[in-house]
């Protein structure tokens, strides 16, 4: 049996904002509005203004992390309001809060990134941290957000930074998607992946590779072009159809160890991913081609090559092993791979993509 699963509808470009009330307006009345302190700022009077006469916002800021108390807090919060629909604006964690909420509020969903920098937003499913920032668990939804919306002015205004990471987390989804090709390993539906799938993790690895460092200039100028409107739709979109209905691997349950060292939380997932992919590529023994091909790519945009580049310096086997123990959990997708493994081989593979990485290429 095959599946794959897709947002109900995805809107991008460039003002896009500006036609949320129109959007938000195909959903639902009364809207608990998720934002950031910061997102309050920034998006609150184009929100409310696109809003008037519309539907009617209730703002409510995020404190920070997508940990069970928050969404215990949000959802007593949209009872109270008695909203029936739910909105995140801002990056990964408000965006899986605010699908976490709409869950158990039993509405739909619509979710706008405001960083590109990862492919949670079209997915299925939310990533719960604990309140100090540890990855705890994943929460499968039974369905996919009811509209995904990207402003990529917004995008083209964020920190270069959130784009590249995103760039990072893209970069995967290709070779944790091939992987699952190759090994009949299930993607996040419990099905196998789709041919549509694969076609698509492959393209959005092209896309990256192709319009990376244009979109990077771009955003470093706070402007909108084509390739910068491509790695949007590569991270947000692409990335999100890719790993959610291709399947995931090595790369992330990697990153998901590496979240165990406290060293390693200031940085973004797509960075974490990016070490994990480097792993993946020497512990499912890629050719060096395409070795050469991602280490140049990230070399050239800024994503991390050296383990020290994600804060983590301390190299010693024992100091490092319970990552990769982690990362080869029972529950990880990490035995999507199409071999066995042990905790010391995907240590080994880690340390060798760390030598790579300190490598000039
Ligand atoms: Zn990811």
Same mark, same amino acid.
């Given at each position: 049996m095959k599946a794959a699963i897709f947002p109900s509808r995805y809107v991008q470009g460039?003002? /896009?904002?500006?036609i949320i009330g129109d959007e938000l307006s195909r959903l639902g009345s009364e809207v608990l509005c998720l934002l950031s302190p910061s997102g309050l700022d920034y998006f609150q009077t184009p929100i409310k203004t696109s809003a008037e006469g519309k539907v009617n916002l209730h703002i409510e800021p995020f404190n920070r992390e997508c940990c069970d108390p928050e969404i215990e807090r949000l959802v007593r919060c949209g009872k109270e309001k008695n909203v029936n629909l739910v909105m995140g604006v801002g990056g990964g964690k408000i965006l899986d809060t605010a699908k976490a909420v709409a869950y158990q509020l039993n509405t739909p969903v619509v979710i706008v990134p405001?960083?590109?920098?990862?492919?949670?937003?079209?997915? /299925?499913?939310s990533v719960i941290y604990t309140p100090e920032g540890e990855y705890d668990r994943y929460l499968f939804l039974p369905k996919n957000p009811d509209l995904v919306l990207v402003d990529t002015q917004i995008i083209a205004e964020s920190p270069v930074r959130f784009l590249v990471s995103g760039m990072g987390d893209a970069l995967a989804t290709w070779f944790e998607a091939e992987d699952c090709k190759i090994s009949h390993g299930k993607n996040t539906t419990g099905y196998l992946g789709t041919k549509t799938a694969y076609h698509l993790a492959r393209f959005c690895y092209d896309m990256i590779l192709e319009n990376g460092l244009k979109a990077k200039v771009a955003c470093q100028n706070k402007m909108v072009n084509s390739a910068l409107e491509n790695v949007v739709e590569a991270n947000v979109l692409l990335s999100g159809l890719g790993f959610e209905s291709g399947g995931l691997s090595a790369a992330h349950s990697i990153h998901n160890g590496l979240t165990?060292?406290?060293?390693?939380?200031?940085?973004w997932h797509g960075e974490k991913v990016t070490i994990g992919l480097l792993a993946m590529l020497f512990l499912t023994e890629r050719s060096q081609s395409i070795i050469d091909e991602v280490y140049t790519f990230c070399e050239s945009v800024g994503l991390p090559t050296t383990l020290e580049q994600i804060g983590v310096t301390n190299l010693d086997r024992d100091y490092l092993i319970p990552v990769a123990k982690r990362a080869c959990s029972t529950e990880e997708t990490i035995h999507n791979l199409p071999f066995d493994l042990t905790p010391e081989i995907v240590l080994d593979s880690l340390l060798i993509a760390n030598q790579e990485g300190k490598n000039s290429h």
């Open positions: 460039k003002d /896009s904002i500006n405001t960083i590109a920098s990862n492919d949670a937003p079209c997915a /299925s499913v165990m060292l406290e060293e390693t939380h200031h940085f």
